[in-house]
């Protein structure tokens, strides 16, 4: 539990992050795979030292952990354990033959992690192990990661590629009938729609009605309820204030005030007359993985009717992620004059040149579809009644094994592009 709460502090600092990046004329869609990054990272820190490992900790909050790597290797097995739904996580070493890599950190990243080194040429071949490193991603994303590593991104002077690659795919418990399935408008921002094939089913699902931030809460549980998608939708009306994805995230925390008596009141069941109070010092700066567990715990959800309205999406996300993590705070590590991997080789210099990450999710009437990799190169309701559930507009969603409470994807569907 303390490492599924240290890696979701750590995803939401990286989603925010990238939200911030890609803040522009409207809202954009993002996905990213918390378990990904995280166990790819870790693999990198297992080999860290002194500066270095000070500042992955930190902005990976490992300071909370007791045992890191025993934590990882024992999150893995349960998430990984039989099961109804398929989930694979695989981990690979890909380092320049005849490199003097530690055989302590390749005992351990074995160990731990299940990664093996295989050995490449990248001084001489640089494009064919390219190649070799997108066709494992591909292969353990069941074909979904095409090409993660671009043209450019290694050179003669790699040493060591550390990937991790998640594949996920699961059906509803409930699903949704084809037939239900209706082209509607999706509000991306006030002024501004874009048709989408909207899934439609009435179904007693656990919901949760947050009143402040006045949000609602969804979970969509999968044929196996260890794994659930939960949505979290903010009423519509805030899409009075809607100018970018930062501020889109930001309706989920920001505190709210009473506008006057004159104020138009949304009119859902349950909605109170607030408006959203957007200082540029709080944007995003109130979501917790705390509250976030808190909205979505069990026991803050309460089974109800539900008309559920869900767009039928895929989103597909790449980033490379160096330049996120040097602002969070993990400068030294892509510096090759101050990174300290000496867990990792004796020889000095080595440093982590990129670090990129790719998902793609599918959602539709059947279930989800979902693949990630990343490389790392050196309130309740009272009343039982039927609620109305449209998710129309953008929305937060999140796939979490439950057990763990740990975040397998987390992503926020603003609309087509």
Known sequence: MELSHANGEFALDVFRALCKESEGPRPSSLIISPLSISTALAMVYLGARNKTQEEMGKVLKFGQVSDVHSHFNSLMEKITAPSSYTLNLANRLFGQQSFNFSQEFLGEVQKKYLADLQA????????????????????????KIKELLKAGVLTPMTRLVLVNAVYFKGNWMHRFKPENTKEKPFKITKT?????????????????????????????????????MAILLPPEDTLDTITSLAEELNIFFARFEVQPPDTAIHNTPGYSSHSLVLEEQQVMSKLTISKLLEWTDPSNLRRQNVHLHLPRFKLESSASLAGTLTVLGMGSLFDCSSADLTGISVDRGLSLSAL???????????????AA?????????????????????????????????????????????
């Open 356 to 370: 990129a990450h790719g998902v793609v999710c599918e959602v539709n009437e059947v279930g989800t579809e979902a």
């Open 373 to 417: 990799a990343t490389v790392d190169i050196c309130m309740t309701v009272s009343i039982d009644r039927t609620l109305i559930f449209m998710a129309d507009h953008p929305f937060l969603f999140l796939i979490m094994h439950k057990p763990t409470r740990s975040i397998l994807f987390l992503g926020s569907y603003c609309g087509p592009e």
């Open 120 to 143: 490449m040429d990248f001084v001489s071949a640089t494009e064919a192990a390219r190649g070799t490193i997108n066709t494992w991603v591909e292969d353990k994303t069941e074909n």
């Open 192 to 228: 501004e729609t874009r048709p989408v094939q909207m899934m439609h089913q009435k179904q007693k699902l656990p919901h949760n009605w947050v009143r402040e931030p006045n949000l609602q809460v969804v979970e969509l549980p999968y044929t196996d309820p260890q794994l659930s």
